[in-house]
Each structure stands twice: as structure tokens, then as C-alpha cells.
């Protein structure tokens, strides 16, 4: 995850400093790479691969290694691009293709390793994109700006090769373990109205939050702020998520599973467990848009509005299990539950690559746009007010969490 989707998070610094050099200057296609790459293709392809390696299942090392060929490939062939069209089948596709194959694998063994403590195991598992991303934002910006697009990318290649490699020597399966029995396909969670609206809900989420990160430090840098400053804010906002998904996974951990054994309702807890996690995330990071970024012309708003975001939207994933519990309805479907997993996170890789394509496109609206003292410093203002919006339209969820609870009689605590 720390090579895989951390690199991704990092493409702010790529995107400014791409547009601003040759031999990319000025072309906004650059701007579709950190949505196609780990955020939307790794995500995109998680259903069809947690159905291959369903449970323990002797083909997920191998396809981790396959991952690994093409994080490396991928890298050296960014580095010795010269067209918008290379660095995006490069850097993009080819890396996103290649971090989707380490990550199924990966959800599938954090899922075999963790029964009870999933959420907080999911908040480790994913605030660890977030360690990568601190630390390599500001240090990529000094990169770029030092020895430029090729040596950082070759170096790249190298650097995660020779981690991820490490990382494999001690990957391996849960020992004594019961094997489920294989288990068909089974549609009936898909026919919920739950099912429907939590996926919406992903999709809404996933169109605003990845986002900010590549647009912040382009607004920052136009409204005066050093490369430094502008990148430190991507590490801010990465620092925020490191803390967040955890301490979501824990209130998950806690409001869930301790709640159910003192009132013996596991349902109607794990409803609840949902739903209040599920409005702090979208209408919080609503807010942080709406507000501090829209008004933020000082650099210390801008800090607190990824102090906010970082923390609350990014930790919107660490939900995934539990809307998938949520959807199947039984702890005894573990492969269904996998699988709806694997389908809302491709709902989300689909409105990340989709976002790219708008944000662009909304981003363009103010292209021409001197930068002002008006709302979304003038260039950005309808940017942000799509962002905000979809954000705070993502709360949608909630409904069907709590039309599920209302119809649904509670089940014992067994």
C-alpha cells in the first residue's frame, strides 16, 4: 500500500510540476495520471480480482508479484516519456494495473487476518497510503525541482522494486484457519435498496475526494505560496488521513462491537456503527470545502481545511467491510461479503477516474480567470463548489442505513 496507492497520492507535486515543464507544459490531459492510476484502476479492477483469489486461494502471491513487474515497468517507462499520451498509458494505466494486482491480494489477507478488529485493521491498512504520501510529497517537490521528471522516476523504479520485493518475503496466509465452503455467486445482496444507495454514496464520495489533492497545490502556488509550502500541504493532508483512518477503524471497532455485546442487538448496532461514522465523514469534509477552502486566501486556512479533509473524507474507506456486513446482512457469507466489498471499492475506482475527467473539465470553466480576493480565489470557484457538493450529496448513504434498521428486525448476539 505504501508504494502502491502512497505514490498515487502524491501526484499534486507531479501535477504541478508537469504542467509547468516541458515537455508537458500547460496540457491538462497530465492532470487525468493520479485519478487513473492507484485511485481509480486498482479500485476498478478489486471485484473481478477478490472473485479469482477468493479466501486463501494460492494465486494471490503470484499476482503480487506480477503487480510488482509492472509497478517497476511502469515507472522506467514514465521516466522516458515525452508525450501526454505516454505518461498517461506509463504513469497511469500501467502503474494503476500493477498496483490493482497488489492490492486485492492485500484486502483479501487483511480480511482472512482480522475477524473482529476489521475496521480498525482497515484503518492501518489504509492511513499506511498515507504515511507514504506524508513524507514523499515534500520530498518529490524537492526532487522534481533538483534533478528533474527522469532521474525521480528511474530512482522510483528502483526504490519500490526493492521494497515491495522485501515486503513479499513475509507475506503469507493465516495458518489454522477452517476453509469455507466454496460458495456461488449470489445476487441477493445486489437487489437491496441498501446495497444501492451505499454505492451511490461511494460513488458521490469518490468524485470529491481525491480531488484536492491534485489540484491544492496548484491553487496555492497561484495564490502565492512557495513549492515547498504548496507540497507541505499534500503532506499535511496525508498526515491527517494517517491519523484519521485509524481512529475511525477504532470508533468502528468500538461503537460496533462493544456496543453489540452490551446491548446483545448486533444489527441495530452495526446500523448505528454505520451511519454516524458515515455523516462525520461526508458533511465534515463538505464543510472543510465549502468553507475553509472556498474563503482560504491565508495559508493557515488552507492547513486547517487538510486538518479537516485529510481526517474525514479520506477515512470514508475504512467503511468499506461494514457497508459490505451491512448489505449481505450475515457474518455467515464471508465470500459475498468479500465480493460486495470488491464492487463498492470498484464503484469508487469508477468515480476516480470519472472525477479526473470532470474536475478537468470543471477546472477549465475558470482556466482563464485571473486569480482574485472572490470566493475560490475567482480561477477555482466552481471547483470547489463541485466538490463541495458532491461531498455533502454523499450523506445519501445514510438514508438507506437507516431505512434498513427502521424495516429489519434486530438479530441476537450470538
Given at each position: 500500500?505504501?508504494?502502491?496507492?502512497?505514490?498515487?497520492?502524491?501526484?499534486?507535486?507531479?501535477?504541478?510540476?508537469?504542467?509547468?515543464?516541458?515537455?508537458?507544459?500547460?496540457?491538462?490531459?497530465?492532470t487525468?495520471?493520479?485519478?487513473?492510476?492507484?485511485?481509480?484502476?486498482?479500485?476498478?479492477?478489486?471485484?473481478?480480482?477478490?472473485?479469482?483469489?477468493?479466501?486463501?486461494?494460492?494465486?494471490?502471491?503470484p499476482?503480487?508479484?506480477?503487480?510488482?513487474?509492472?509497478?517497476?515497468?511502469s515507472?522506467?517507462?514514465?521516466?522516458?516519456?515525452?508525450?501526454?499520451?505516454?505518461?498517461?498509458?506509463?504513469?497511469?494505466?500501467?502503474?494503476?494495473?500493477?498496483?490493482?494486482?497488489?492490492?486485492?491480494?492485500?484486502?483479501?489477507?487483511?480480511?482472512?487476518?482480522?475477524?473482529?478488529?476489521?475496521?480498525?485493521?482497515?484503518?492501518?491498512?489504509?492511513?499506511?497510503?498515507n504515511?507514504?504520501?506524508?513524507?514523499?510529497?515534500?520530498?518529490?517537490?524537492?526532487?522534481?525541482?533538483?534533478?528533474?521528471?527522469?532521474?525521480?522516476?528511474?530512482?522510483?523504479?528502483?526504490?519500490?522494486?526493492?521494497?515491495?520485493?522485501?515486503a513479499?518475503?513475509?507475506?503469507?496466509?493465516?495458518?489454522?484457519?477452517?476453509?469455507?465452503?466454496?460458495?456461488?455467486?449470489?445476487?441477493?445482496?445486489?437487489?437491496?435498496?441498501?446495497?444501492?444507495?451505499?454505492?451511490?454514496?461511494?460513488?458521490?464520495?469518490?468524485?470529491?475526494?481525491?480531488?484536492?489533492?491534485?489540484?491544492?497545490?496548484?491553487y496555492?502556488?497561484?495564490?502565492?505560496?512557495?513549492?515547498?509550502?504548496?507540497?507541505?500541504?499534500?503532506?499535511?493532508?496525508?498526515?491527517?488521513?494517517?491519523?484519521?483512518?485509524?481512529?475511525?477503524?477504532?470508533?468502528?471497532?468500538?461503537?460496533?462491537?462493544?456496543?453489540?455485546?452490551?446491548?446483545?442487538?448486533?444489527?441495530t448496532?452495526?446500523?448505528?456503527?454505520?451511519?454516524?461514522?458515515?455523516?462525520?465523514?461526508?458533511?465534515?469534509?463538505?464543510?472543510?470545502?465549502?468553507?475553509?477552502?472556498?474563503?482560504?486566501?491565508?495559508y493557515?486556512?488552507?492547513?486547517?481545511?487538510?486538518?479537516?479533509?485529510?481526517?474525514?473524507?479520506?477515512?470514508?474507506?475504512?467503511?468499506?467491510?461494514?457497508?459490505?456486513?451491512?448489505?449481505?446482512g450475515s457474518?455467515?457469507?464471508?465470500?459475498?461479503e468479500?465480493?460486495?466489498?470488491?464492487?463498492?471499492?470498484?464503484?469508487?475506482?469508477?468515480?476516480?477516474?470519472?472525477?479526473?475527467?470532470?474536475?478537468?473539465?470543471?477546472?477549465?470553466?475558470?482556466?482563464?480567470?485571473?486569480?482574485?480576493?472572490?470566493y475560490?480565489?475567482?480561477?477555482?470557484?466552481?471547483?470547489?463548489?463541485?466538490?463541495?457538493?458532491?461531498?455533502?450529496?454523499?450523506?445519501?448513504?445514510?438514508?438507506?442505513?437507516?431505512?434498513?434498521?427502521?424495516?429489519?428486525?434486530?438479530?441476537?448476539?450470538?
Amino acid at each position: 500500500m505504501l508504494k502502491s496507492a502512497g505514490f498515487g497520492s502524491t501526484f499534486g507535486v507531479f501535477r504541478e510540476y508537469y504542467f509547468n515543464h516541458p515537455p508537458f507544459q500547460g496540457n491538462q490531459l497530465v492532470t487525468e495520471i493520479g485519478v487513473m492510476n492507484i485511485q481509480g484502476l486498482l479500485q476498478l479492477m478489486s471485484p473481478v480480482l477478490l472473485r479469482v483469489i477468493n479466501d486463501r486461494n494460492p494465486r494471490r502471491k503470484p499476482m503480487m508479484i506480477v503487480g510488482l513487474v509492472f509497478v517497476v515497468t511502469s515507472s522506467l517507462g514514465a521516466a522516458y516519456s515525452t508525450t501526454p499520451a505516454q505518461i498517461i498509458t506509463t504513469q497511469g494505466f500501467l502503474y494503476g494495473i500493477g498496483s490493482g494486482f497488489l492490492f486485492a491480494p492485500s484486502i483479501s489477507f487483511i480480511d482472512e487476518w482480522f475477524l473482529e478488529r476489521r475496521g480498525l485493521a482497515n484503518g492501518i491498512f489504509f492511513g499506511s497510503n498515507n504515511v507514504a504520501a506524508a513524507a514523499l510529497s515534500p520530498l518529490f517537490s524537492y526532487l522534481l525541482r533538483r534533478f528533474g521528471s527522469r532521474v525521480v522516476m528511474i530512482g522510483w523504479a528502483v526504490v519500490s522494486g526493492s521494497c515491495i520485493s522485501v515486503a513479499l518475503l513475509f507475506v503469507r496466509s493465516r495458518e489454522h484457519r477452517p476453509m469455507p465452503a466454496v460458495q456461488g455467486a449470489s445476487f441477493a445482496p445486489y437487489r437491496r435498496p441498501l446495497f444501492w444507495l451505499l454505492a451511490l454514496s461511494m460513488l458521490l464520495q469518490g468524485l470529491a475526494n481525491f480531488l484536492p489533492g491534485v489540484y491544492l497545490t496548484s491553487y496555492a502556488t497561484d495564490l502565492g505560496v512557495g513549492h515547498l509550502g504548496a507540497a507541505m500541504l499534500l503532506s499535511i493532508l496525508s498526515i491527517s488521513g494517517m491519523i484519521g483512518q485509524p481512529l475511525f477503524g477504532i470508533l468502528m471497532y468500538v461503537y460496533v462491537f462493544q456496543l453489540a455485546l452490551l446491548i446483545r442487538l448486533i444489527h441495530t448496532s452495526d446500523h448505528c456503527g454505520i451511519c454516524i461514522p458515515l455523516l462525520l465523514s461526508t458533511l465534515v469534509s463538505a464543510f472543510a470545502v465549502g468553507v475553509l477552502w472556498g474563503f482560504g486566501r491565508a495559508y493557515w486556512m488552507m492547513v486547517m481545511f487538510v486538518i479537516l479533509f485529510g481526517s474525514f473524507s479520506f477515512s470514508f474507506i475504512v467503511l468499506r467491510s461494514h457497508f459490505a456486513l451491512a448489505i449481505v446482512g450475515s457474518r455467515d457469507s464471508p465470500s459475498d461479503e468479500l465480493v460486495v466489498s470488491g464492487v463498492l471499492i470498484a464503484v469508487r475506482g469508477v468515480a476516480c477516474v470519472t472525477s479526473g475527467f470532470m474536475g478537468s473539465a470543471v477546472a477549465k470553466l475558470g482556466e482563464d480567470v485571473k486569480i482574485s480576493h472572490s470566493y475560490g480565489a475567482g480561477r477555482y470557484k466552481w471547483l470547489i463548489v463541485f466538490i463541495g457538493v458532491a461531498m455533502a450529496a454523499a450523506a445519501i448513504g445514510a438514508l438507506g442505513v437507516w431505512h434498513d434498521k427502521r424495516d429489519s428486525p434486530p438479530e441476537e448476539f450470538a
